[in-house]
T-cell receptor
């Protein structure tokens, strides 16, 4: 009965590859997010979707493309991976925008 | 632009004492402020939310204060336990940010038995 689940948990891949991280929430929330946490532990918002509509799109390289097929799912696709993309990516959801956020367990991406 | 600062140095305290963590912000006051706990290898977990018109919020051994004059929030854990050891993040949302929650860098708390 995991609230926000994301897969894979660990991902090691070579530079230049394309990879996706999937996220699903069973909380019935309308808003979903992708956050990136770097090696210095800073947690920064990347994207936010409200009921499948993109509402927050931070300054993120366009190699990163979120896709929300329905309000319970928000996937993150990354093209042409670079070393600097290595980080932990957290999916999250909230009932309304800006309210209490429920995070997934994170996806550890390592680009070699 | 808004900036959030938390003590970057780890806080080490003895079991049973009160831990106090600080979150400072610049510019105008946020609509509300939240505190999260993050354990190693896990996602952040929500603890408390306090709104700009509230001075204090409590939940069991946790207490949050919000001083809009000082532009500061304090997070207290009373009767601390080793199980309270974790990184604590404050997060703020400002009214004109379209629902964007901005996180501080977190303060690592270590409670020694």
């Amino acid at each position: 009965d995991t609230a926000v689940s994301q897969t894979p948990k660990y991902l090691v891949t070579q530079m230049g590859n394309d990879k996706s991280i999937k996220c699903e929430q069973n909380l019935g929330h309308d808003t979903m997010y992708w956050y990136k946490q770097d090696s210095k532990k800073f947690l920064k918002i990347m994207f936010s979707y409200n009921n499948k509509e993109l509402i927050i799109n931070e300054t993120v390289p366009n190699r990163f493309s979120p896709k929300s097929p329905d309000k319970a799912h928000l996937n993150l696709h990354i093209n042409s991976l670079e070393l600097g993309d290595s980080a932990v990516y957290f999916c999250a959801s909230s009932q309304v925008r800006g309210n209490t956020i429920y995070f997934g367990e994170g996806s550890w991406l390592t680009v070699v | 632009s808004q900036k959030i600062e938390q003590n970057s140095e780890a806080l080490n305290i003895q079991e049973g004492k009160t831990a106090t963590l600080t979150c400072n912000y610049t510019n105008y006051s946020p609509a509300y402020l939240q505190w999260y706990r993050q354990d190693p290898g896990r996602g952040p977990v929500f603890l408390l939310l306090i709104r700009e018109n509230e001075k204090e919020k409590r939940k069991e051994r946790l207490k949050v204060t919000f001083d809009t004059t000082l532009k500061q929030s304090l997070f207290h854990i009373t009767a601390s336990q080793p199980a309270d050891s974790a990184t604590y993040l404050c997060a703020l949302e400002w009214n004109n940010q379209g629902g964007k929650l901005i996180f501080g860098q977190g303060t690592e708390l270590s409670v020694k038995p």
